[in-house]
């Protein structure tokens, strides 16, 4: 091995060692607030390219589960900050953590990327460019990588909360 693979090596090794202990000190929140919100759940910790992810899993029943979701998403989002302000406090580094309660943000990945999908291929269609509804930053991420694996381009534009995706042709 070349000391420039070694150094790349060692590298990788440092950063997926502290996505991990991300992910710990975030677990060790997150299992904090459902004791305290007398909530049960499992905690799965993963590392998804260069974010940590959690996710708060069902025992049984997802019903109570949902609260910590809200209405579209608002209670899981801020879940994510205050998670991460935890992990910043830690770490005294931001953190891009990904948080899932009971696959509320899975399944929103599955649609997004269908819709982006669909819309490239009806600005495919009609060559004219197409503006999407406003999203949250990680709808959009979702639907700019859709886009991109259709082979077109896409933009964001607006202001938050009005911020909204345009697929180009």
């Known amino acids: 091995?070349?000391?420039?693979?070694?150094?790349?090596?060692?590298?990788?090794?440092?950063?997926?060692?502290r996505l991990e202990q991300e992910g710990e000190i975030a677990a060790d929140y997150l299992e904090g607030l459902l004791d305290i919100a007398d909530l049960d759940g499992d905690i799965d910790m993963d590392v998804e390219g260069d974010r940590a992810a959690v996710s708060i899993v069902a025992d049984g029943s997802a019903r109570d589960l949902q609260k910590l979701v809200g209405r579209d998403g608002e209670v899981l989002e801020a879940?994510?900050?205050?998670?991460?302000?935890?992990?910043h406090r830690e770490t005294g580094e931001r953190s891009r953590l990904m948080l899932d309660?009971?696959?509320?943000?899975?399944?929103?990945?599955e649609r997004l990327t269908a819709l982006g999908a669909e819309t490239a291929q009806r600005v495919k269609e009609s060559g004219?460019?197409?503006k999407l509804?406003?999203?949250?930053p990680f709808e959009r991420k979702v639907v700019h990588d859709a886009v991109a694996a259709a082979g077109l381009r896409s933009e964001s534009e607006g202001e938050e909360?009005?911020?909204?995706?345009?697929?180009?042709?």
């Open 101 to 109: 309660i009971a696959g509320h943000r899975a399944r929103m990945r």
């Open 128 to 130: 004219e460019p197409l």
């Open 133 to 136: 509804q406003p999203m949250t």
């Open 161 to 169: 909360p009005q911020r909204c995706v345009v697929v180009l042709p």
């Open 79 to 87: 879940l994510q900050e205050l998670t991460r302000l935890a992990v």
């Open 1 to 17: 091995m070349t000391d420039t693979t070694s150094t790349a090596a060692a590298e990788d090794t440092d950063v997926l060692t």
